[in-house]
């Protein structure tokens, strides 16, 4: 008995020794368990927020791929929840399109209301400067009307008296027949009685004292006209240096300035061609002779009875004269007695040379 009690004091403390150390051998594999379970736990959640946030990701990218462009491709199983937002994401880009169109529209709208009012603007202001131009061209008119008239009535009234000197002549008995001269060879003499030197003298002396008349008054208005003009030009020099500077009132003193001076050249234009008028008369008047006899002027074709007549009150009386008319001569016979470029078209000159060559031989 007392062995035995000796043998459990001796083994005691080698049995608690040997549970000690399969109590720490099992701590310890106990331990390395649970470390590589947390370990193996851990890896799980790593991976677990590495795929949520790969999830994440890709749900961004759907999302800014959707509101960008329609979806090509059809919706995967996993991008169903978008749907509803992609609906609203088109319903948006279908409102924002129409808003577009309709600013598109307004401004497409507004830009032709703006084309359409300079339009009008532009042609508001060539119809002011049309009626400007009208108002300009009817003064002028009226000014060429009433010196047309004051000259047709001279006319008018040296073409009465020719007439009634005429009529006198006519009238009168014929002076003695002085003695026939030895008629020369190969010269024909106009049969047709022939008016007096006289009376074409003194008719052709009163249509150059109403020339003059009518220079004398052109040449007051031309002074009128050159003073106004210089008044509006001093007038328009004065408006530009004015500070603060009249834009209306300068245009309106230009828009008189331009209108002077189409009624100063249109003046001016009268007065040298009432100045050629009356130097081609004086030019007749001062070469004309009574020695030489008249012709028939109405043989040459075009040349009636009255524009004869015309003709010889002022002082063209010979075939001679209307075959020498220069440039000159030729335009103003044509405004005096109105038959514009009817001696051209109808050969007169060459007719008169051809009359006088047969007549009288051949011209120097």
Do not use: C
Not at 82 to 92: H, T, V
Not at 188 to 201: G, I, L, Q, V
Not at 288 to 308: E, F, N
Request: without cysteine.
């Amino acid at each position: 008995m007392s062995s035995f009690l000796w043998l459990l004091l001796y083994l005691a403390p080698l049995l608690g020794l040997t549970a000690a150390l399969f109590g720490w051998f099992g701590w310890q594999w106990r331990g390395s368990d649970l470390l590589k379970r947390i370990q193996d736990l851990n890896t799980q959640i790593d991976d677990a927020q590495k795929a949520l946030r790969e999830s994440e990701t890709e749900h961004a990218a759907a999302l800014n791929r959707a509101a960008t462009a329609e979806p090509t491709q059809p919706p995967e199983p996993n991008t169903a929840e978008l749907q509803p937002l992609r609906a609203e994401l088109q319903a948006a880009q279908n409102e924002l399109r129409l808003q577009q169109d309709a600013a598109a529209k307004a401004r497409e709208a507004a830009q032709a209301l703006e084309t359409e009012s300079a339009r009008l603007l532009s042609d508001m202001q060539q119809l002011r400067s049309a009626h400007a131009a009208a108002q300009s061209e009817a003064e002028t008119s009226k000014t060429e009307l009433a010196a047309a008239k004051a000259e047709y009535s001279a006319l008018q009234q040296a073409l009465s008296a020719s007439e009634a000197e005429l009529a006198r002549l006519r009238s009168a008995p014929p002076a003695e027949a002085a003695p026939e001269a030895p008629a020369k060879p190969k010269r024909k003499r106009s049969t047709t009685a022939k008016p007096k030197a006289a009376a074409p003298a003194a008719n052709l002396g009163e249509k150059i004292a109403a020339l003059e008349s009518l220079l004398a008054t052109q040449h007051a208005s031309l002074t009128t006209l050159t003073q106004e003009h210089e008044e509006w030009q001093r007038r328009i020099h004065s408006l530009e240096e004015q500070t603060p500077s009249d834009d209306s009132g300068l245009e309106q003193a230009r828009r008189s300035l331009a209108d002077s001076e189409k009624r100063l050249a249109a003046a001016s234009a009268e007065l040298e061609r009432l100045q050629t008028q009356t130097r081609v008369l004086r030019r007749i008047e001062e070469t004309a002779s009574s020695t030489v006899p008249d012709d028939d002027l109405t043989q040459i074709k075009g040349i009636k009875k009255v524009i004869s007549e015309q003709l010889y009150s002022h002082g063209i009386r010979t075939w001679k004269q209307i075959a020498l008319w220069n440039e000159e001569e030729l335009r103003a016979f044509s405004e005096l007695l109105g038959f514009k470029n009817r001696a051209a078209r109808e050969h007169w000159q060459e007719q008169a040379r051809t009359l006088h060559e047969a007549a009288h031989g051949p011209l120097p």
